[in-house]
């Protein structure tokens, strides 16, 4: 086949555009579309590959899997173990979320792992070092399904063209559906997911059926819509807004429709032989798996806003990545499939096997409290009895009719309601040490992400309907056996208009009933997880700034509902605690989430304020 100039011009717009938006440089908001242009280059070939040789007679499922194992797995099982030693030695609080995100991109799944565990447009998915493996996977899985897809119709496509093209539009348009249908009701599925992506990468498949149209087409016609194309896709970088557009989303189309014509086109430009292009084209690959990591790394370090360490680490993913074409893409065959899917599984096993009982392996102790904080409290049996998790604190990805309301079945005489959102719960096992005794009952209402309030503004359906049904249906009934309404929220996730809108709110519900309410104070916030904070400033003397606009942020809102709330309001931002034990166990595990060992220092003085109302 041809080597494609105008190819290898997309692929080093694609990686530079997705360089230079991680790396923040002001023009580049929109570059994440470079990833969706490797989408439609990655479809073309593909469908190249399989559909010439449905033509031939010559396709080899077994040896197309081959060749794509041994374009892949190499460079990208490099990069992970390479950065195994930085994580560890550099940041080693990270170490066990990084092996997390090692094992499943050493598999291809991470795009599926990052789905079930974080959220792409959460702040905390921004320091994961392989987060962007996701979209390797995406790719890999349409390489495993899309050769089976059509071979399923191929003879459709030797025998009736238009008839494999409905059914190849079909498919695409399905994938499409899927795409708009969850980017409103779960943005992070048709974010992570292959089947909402697969459109993407069909459209490409498009540019190689449709090709010989477009060679009736004159060349001067040809040559505007280029660069007309060209425009439309640096336009695309220029102007979208990461945080305020849907991804993926109709707008989307606009760019890979762009790259499938430009793809059509096939036309070789003079100037598209530009030897720094095509270098740029060839180690695309590479730079795109060494540029991130870098990036996550400057952040924690803090010189990620300074111009000459984002050029000193772009140069980094420069060499690395020039080394890794050389070495290891260039140098790679389909008889060495054997040793890479081997490595590939033992790699897996290790790291696995070390997430799963790094608790046995003798380090310091405090270090490993730190790790177990940052990585796996939140899933730990003391956090369920910490929050309540499922039975009483309710997971705001599920829908209402999914919780389970039995908690809420009034058993004495006397009753005090928890209420508010994750806050609210991180306090639940606490509060519930102070209140069920003597003849009260704590009845807990919490949930993700949601201010208590009636048809509150959240992105989560399930929490807005449970507090809907709280206040319209479930409290009115109840209310006379309610001696006290405890309340608590991340009060800083909100300006101090829209926290203002919604304490009237509930001074005014609770007030008609004339119940009383206690609202438990805002407390410390971070940039990214606290026990890695606290780590990088014990060990290397480093402040984020952002910490410090945080601290700001917290002590206005405190002053806010100090001035508003008066003696409802219990200060917890200005009590001094201790933050870290003797044994390395923090008071926050992540970025604003109270451990036991945190929420447990407030108890006194939150105890002496219930009693005040109670007694």
Same mark, same amino acid.
């Given at each position: 086949m041809k080597f494609r100039n105008d190819i290898s011009l997309l692929r080093a717009i694609s990686v530079l555009a997705v360089l230079l938006f991680h790396f923040k440089f002001k023009f580049f908001s929109g570059g994440f579309v470079g990833v969706d242009i490797f989408f439609v280059i990655s479809g073309y070939l593909m469908t190249r590959i399989?559909?010439?040789?449905?033509?031939?007679?010559?396709?080899?499922?077994?040896?197309?899997?081959?060749?794509?194992?041994?374009? #892949? +797995?190499?460079?990208?099982?490099?990069? %992970? =173990?390479?950065? @195994?030693?930085?994580?560890?030695?550099?940041?080693?609080?990270?170490?066990i979320n990084y092996l997390k995100g090692f094992y499943s991109s050493s598999l291809f799944f991470s795009n599926i792992f990052y789905y079930l565990n974080t959220n792409y447009f959460g702040t905390a998915s921004q320091f994961n070092f392989l987060l962007h493996?996701?979209?390797?996977?995406?790719?890999?899985?349409?390489?495993?399904?899309?050769?089976?897809?059509?071979?399923?119709?191929?003879?459709?496509?030797?025998?009736?063209?238009?008839?494999?093209?409905?059914?190849?539009?079909?498919?695409?348009?399905?994938?499409?559906?899927s795409m708009l249908f969850h980017t409103h009701s779960d943005k992070s599925?048709?974010?992570?997911?292959?089947?909402?992506?697969?459109?993407?990468?069909?459209?490409?498949?498009?540019?190689? #059926? +449709?090709?010989?149209?477009?060679?009736? %087409? =004159?060349?001067? @016609?040809k040559k505007v819509m280029f660069f007309l194309c060209l425009l439309v896709i640096f336009s695309c970088i220029y102007l979208i807004k990461e945080y305020k557009v849907l991804w993926p989303s109709l707008l989307t189309v606009i760019p890979i429709i762009s790259t499938t014509v430009?793809?059509?086109?096939?036309?070789?430009?003079?100037?598209?032989?530009?030897?720094?292009v095509k270098f740029i084209g060839n180690i695309s690959y590479s730079l795109y798996l060494w540029h991130w990591p870098f990036w996550v790394l400057s952040v924690y370090f803090n010189v990620n806003d300074r111009l000459r360490y984002k050029i000193f680490f772009i140069c980094l993913s420069f060499i690395l990545a020039i080394i890794s074409y050389y070495v290891i893409e260039k140098k790679t065959n389909d008889k060495k499939i054997r040793p890479v899917l081997i490595l590939s599984l033992i790699l897996f096993s290790i790291s696995f096997f070390i997430t799963k009982f790094y608790q046995k392996i003798p380090i310091?102790?405090?270090?490993?409290?730190?790790?177990?904080?940052?990585?796996?409290?939140?899933?730990?049996?003391?956090?369920?009895?910490?929050?309540?998790?499922?039975?009483?604190?309710?997971?705001?990805?599920?829908?209402?009719?999914?919780?389970?309301?039995?908690?809420?079945?009034?058993?004495?005489?006397?009753?005090?309601?928890?209420?508010?959102?994750?806050?609210?719960?991180?306090?639940?096992?606490?509060?519930?040490?102070?209140?069920?005794?003597?003849?009260?009952?704590?009845?807990?209402?919490?949930?993700d992400g949601t201010y208590p309030m009636v048809n509150s503004d959240t992105p989560f359906e399930g929490p807005k309907k449970y507090f809907n049904y709280f206040y319209l249906d479930y409290f009115p009934k109840i209310r006379n056996k309610v001696k006290l309404v405890?309340?608590?929220?991340?009060?800083?996730?909100?300006?101090?208009?829209?926290?203002?809108?919604?304490?009237k709110f509930s001074v005014d519900y609770f007030a008609k009933y004339n119940i009383k309410t206690l609202y438990l104070g805002q407390t410390d916030t971070f940039y990214f997880d606290y026990p890695t904070t606290y780590y990088l400033q014990q060990k290397y003397n480093i402040i984020q700034p952002s910490n410090i606009e945080w601290k700001e942020k917290n002590e206005k809102v405190n002053d806010f509902l100090n001035t508003n709330l008066k003696n409802d309001y219990i200060d917890l931002l200005n009590v001094h605690i201790q933050k870290v034990n003797t044994s390395g166990i923090p008071y926050i595990y992540d970025t604003h989430h109270l451990t036991k060992y945190g929420s447990d220092q407030y108890k006194n003085i939150i105890m002496k304020r219930i009693n005040k109302y109670l007694y």
């Open positions: 399989i559909l010439s040789g449905f033509k031939n007679e010559n396709f080899n499922l077994l040896s197309f899997y081959k060749k794509r194992v041994v374009r #892949i +797995f190499p460079a990208l099982l490099a990069m %992970i =173990s390479f950065f @195994v030693l930085v994580v560890g030695i550099l940041v080693p609080t990270q170490i493996t996701w979209s390797l996977s995406v790719e890999w899985q349409f390489y495993m399904i899309f050769p089976l897809i059509l071979m399923l119709i191929r003879k459709y496509y030797l025998n009736h063209k238009k008839k494999f093209i409905l059914l190849y539009c079909l498919i695409m348009a399905f994938s499409f559906i599925f048709s974010f992570y997911i292959f089947y909402p992506r697969a459109w993407e990468m069909m459209f490409g498949g498009l540019a190689f #059926i +449709f090709e010989d149209k477009f060679k009736r %087409i =004159s060349l001067n @016609v430009i793809l059509l086109l096939n036309i070789d430009f003079k100037f598209l032989e530009n030897k720094i310091d102790s405090s270090v490993k409290n730190l790790i177990f904080f940052t990585s796996d409290y939140k899933f730990s049996e003391q956090a369920t009895l910490q929050y309540n998790f499922d039975k009483e604190h309710k997971n705001g990805e599920k829908s209402f009719d999914e919780y389970d309301l039995s908690n809420l079945k009034v058993k004495k005489d006397s009753v005090v309601i928890l209420l508010g959102d994750s806050h609210a719960g991180m306090m639940s096992g606490m509060i519930k040490e102070i209140i069920n005794r003597d003849n009260y009952q704590l009845i807990q209402v919490t949930t405890i309340i608590n929220s991340n009060y800083s996730g909100y300006t101090t208009e829209e926290l203002a809108e919604k304490l």
